[in-house]
Protein backbone atom coordinates (compact mmCIF):
# COMPACT_ATOMS: atom_id res chain seq x y z
CA UNK A 1 0.00 0.00 0.00
CA UNK A 2 1.13 3.62 -1.13
CA UNK A 3 1.95 6.22 1.70
CA UNK A 4 -0.61 9.18 1.43
CA UNK A 5 2.08 12.01 1.86
CA UNK A 6 1.15 14.60 4.72
CA UNK A 7 0.76 18.01 4.74
CA UNK A 8 3.91 20.05 4.91
CA UNK A 9 4.32 21.60 9.08
CA UNK A 10 3.84 24.54 7.91
CA UNK A 11 0.55 23.59 6.61
CA UNK A 12 -0.94 22.02 9.65
CA UNK A 13 0.89 25.15 12.04
CA UNK A 14 -1.57 26.98 9.49
CA UNK A 15 -4.83 25.09 10.23
CA UNK A 16 -4.49 23.04 13.29
CA UNK A 17 -2.98 23.49 17.08
CA UNK A 18 -1.63 20.00 18.75
CA UNK A 19 -1.64 19.33 22.17
CA UNK A 20 1.10 16.94 22.78
CA UNK A 21 -0.01 16.00 26.49
CA UNK A 22 -3.83 15.68 25.64
CA UNK A 23 -3.52 14.48 21.99
CA UNK A 24 -5.92 17.00 20.96
CA UNK A 25 -5.93 18.52 17.85
CA UNK A 26 -7.93 21.67 17.18
CA UNK A 27 -8.54 24.12 14.56
CA UNK A 28 -6.92 27.49 13.94
CA UNK A 29 -9.05 28.57 10.95
CA UNK A 30 -12.79 28.01 10.59
CA UNK A 31 -12.97 26.65 6.50
CA UNK A 32 -16.96 26.51 6.85
CA UNK A 33 -19.91 27.72 8.52
CA UNK A 34 -20.08 24.50 10.49
CA UNK A 35 -16.37 24.55 12.23
CA UNK A 36 -15.41 26.47 14.67
CA UNK A 37 -11.73 28.53 15.73
CA UNK A 38 -11.03 25.46 18.48
CA UNK A 39 -13.23 22.98 17.63
CA UNK A 40 -11.73 19.60 17.93
CA UNK A 41 -10.76 19.17 14.20
CA UNK A 42 -12.33 16.22 12.66
CA UNK A 43 -14.25 12.81 13.38
CA UNK A 44 -14.86 9.65 14.71
CA UNK A 45 -14.35 6.78 12.25
CA UNK A 46 -15.48 3.15 12.97
CA UNK A 47 -13.57 0.48 11.30
CA UNK A 48 -16.00 -1.98 9.90
CA UNK A 49 -13.67 -5.54 10.99
CA UNK A 50 -12.80 -4.50 14.03
CA UNK A 51 -15.17 -2.12 15.69
CA UNK A 52 -11.76 0.05 16.05
CA UNK A 53 -12.72 3.77 16.25
CA UNK A 54 -9.96 6.46 14.87
CA UNK A 55 -9.83 10.92 14.31
CA UNK A 56 -9.88 11.36 10.68
CA UNK A 57 -9.09 14.28 9.50
CA UNK A 58 -9.74 16.62 6.33
CA UNK A 59 -7.25 18.76 5.01
CA UNK A 60 -7.63 20.58 1.64
CA UNK A 61 -10.19 17.85 0.75
CA UNK A 62 -8.06 14.87 1.52
CA UNK A 63 -8.80 12.33 4.89
CA UNK A 64 -5.77 11.88 7.10
CA UNK A 65 -5.95 9.55 10.35
CA UNK A 66 -5.10 11.86 13.19
CA UNK A 67 -2.19 9.94 15.15
CA UNK A 68 -0.02 10.31 11.73
CA UNK A 69 -0.41 13.89 11.56
CA UNK A 70 0.16 14.02 15.26
CA UNK A 71 3.48 11.76 14.78
CA UNK A 72 4.61 13.53 12.14
CA UNK A 73 3.97 17.38 13.47
CA UNK A 74 6.16 16.03 16.74
CA UNK A 75 8.76 13.94 14.58
CA UNK A 76 8.83 15.02 11.46
CA UNK A 77 8.76 11.36 10.56
CA UNK A 78 6.39 9.89 7.89
CA UNK A 79 6.69 5.99 9.00
CA UNK A 80 4.44 3.31 6.80
CA UNK A 81 2.09 2.96 10.27
CA UNK A 82 1.91 4.76 13.39
CA UNK A 83 0.69 2.50 16.29
CA UNK A 84 -1.02 2.97 19.48
CA UNK A 85 1.24 2.29 22.31
CA UNK A 86 -1.70 1.54 24.61
CA UNK A 87 -3.86 0.06 22.05
CA UNK A 88 -6.61 2.58 22.89
CA UNK A 89 -6.88 4.37 18.87
CA UNK A 90 -8.30 7.65 19.92
CA UNK A 91 -5.24 8.21 22.02
CA UNK A 92 -3.41 10.87 20.02
CA UNK A 93 -0.92 11.91 23.02
CA UNK A 94 2.73 12.52 22.18
CA UNK A 95 3.76 9.59 24.33
CA UNK A 96 1.72 6.91 23.15
CA UNK A 97 2.10 7.44 19.77
CA UNK A 98 5.11 5.15 17.80
CA UNK A 99 6.75 4.56 14.69
CA UNK A 100 5.57 0.81 13.31
CA UNK A 101 5.11 -0.75 9.92
CA UNK A 102 2.04 -3.27 8.40
CA UNK A 103 3.61 -6.66 10.47
CA UNK A 104 4.15 -4.95 13.95
CA UNK A 105 0.50 -3.32 13.19
CA UNK A 106 -0.85 -7.02 12.71
CA UNK A 107 1.15 -8.85 15.48
CA UNK A 108 -0.93 -6.18 18.05
CA UNK A 109 -4.47 -5.99 16.22
CA UNK A 110 -7.36 -6.60 18.59
CA UNK A 111 -9.74 -8.98 18.70
CA UNK A 112 -12.32 -8.68 15.42
CA UNK A 113 -16.10 -8.21 16.11
CA UNK A 114 -16.33 -11.85 13.81
CA UNK A 115 -14.26 -13.80 16.28
CA UNK A 116 -16.07 -16.82 17.27
CA UNK A 117 -13.60 -19.00 18.80
CA UNK A 118 -12.42 -15.98 21.28
CA UNK A 119 -8.75 -15.68 20.53
CA UNK A 120 -7.16 -13.85 18.17
CA UNK A 121 -5.67 -15.90 15.22
CA UNK A 122 -7.52 -19.04 15.90
CA UNK A 123 -10.72 -19.71 14.28
CA UNK A 124 -12.16 -23.54 13.32
CA UNK A 125 -12.23 -24.66 9.38
CA UNK A 126 -15.61 -26.13 9.08
CA UNK A 127 -14.74 -27.73 6.21
CA UNK A 128 -11.33 -29.50 6.99
CA UNK A 129 -12.64 -29.85 10.69
CA UNK A 130 -9.34 -28.40 12.05
CA UNK A 131 -8.53 -25.44 13.97
CA UNK A 132 -6.42 -22.91 12.13
CA UNK A 133 -3.90 -20.46 13.66
CA UNK A 134 -2.49 -17.27 12.16
CA UNK A 135 0.12 -14.70 12.77
CA UNK A 136 0.79 -11.66 11.00
CA UNK A 137 0.17 -10.65 7.43
CA UNK A 138 0.39 -12.78 3.90
CA UNK A 139 4.04 -11.97 3.48
CA UNK A 140 5.06 -12.93 7.26
CA UNK A 141 3.09 -15.92 7.20
CA UNK A 142 4.92 -16.86 4.11
CA UNK A 143 8.60 -16.48 5.46
CA UNK A 144 7.78 -17.49 8.88
CA UNK A 145 5.37 -20.50 8.52
CA UNK A 146 3.06 -18.97 10.76
CA UNK A 147 0.28 -20.79 9.58
CA UNK A 148 -0.48 -23.98 10.68
CA UNK A 149 -4.00 -26.69 11.85
CA UNK A 150 -4.47 -28.49 14.60
CA UNK A 151 -6.82 -31.28 15.95
CA UNK A 152 -7.82 -29.67 19.13
CA UNK A 153 -8.84 -26.01 19.99
CA UNK A 154 -6.17 -26.05 23.18
CA UNK A 155 -3.13 -27.00 20.55
CA UNK A 156 -4.10 -24.13 18.60
CA UNK A 157 -4.40 -21.56 21.37
CA UNK A 158 -1.01 -23.10 22.62
CA UNK A 159 0.69 -22.22 18.95
CA UNK A 160 -0.85 -18.88 18.95
CA UNK A 161 0.89 -18.21 22.15
CA UNK A 162 4.09 -19.66 21.44
CA UNK A 163 4.20 -17.13 18.70
CA UNK A 164 3.06 -14.26 19.98
CA UNK A 165 5.90 -14.49 22.86
CA UNK A 166 8.68 -15.39 19.93
CA UNK A 167 7.80 -12.69 17.63
CA UNK A 168 7.14 -9.84 20.14
CA UNK A 169 3.14 -9.12 20.34
CA UNK A 170 3.54 -6.29 23.10
CA UNK A 171 2.57 -6.97 26.52
CA UNK A 172 -0.58 -3.93 26.37
CA UNK A 173 -1.64 -5.86 23.79
CA UNK A 174 -1.57 -9.17 25.54
CA UNK A 175 -3.85 -8.08 28.15
CA UNK A 176 -5.90 -6.58 26.29
CA UNK A 177 -8.92 -9.19 25.42
CA UNK A 178 -6.45 -11.98 23.54
Request: some cysteine; overall charge positive; charged content about 30%.
Amino acid sequence: MKIKPLPSRERLDELLDFNPDTGEIRRKVATCNKIKVGDIAGGIWTDPKTGKQYRKIRIDTIMYAAHRLAYFYWTGEQPPEVDHANGNSLDNRKVNLRASNKQHNQNNACKRKDNSSGVIGVSYHKITKLWQVKFGGKEFRKTHGTNKTFKTFEEAVAQRKIWEDQFGMTEAKKHRGS
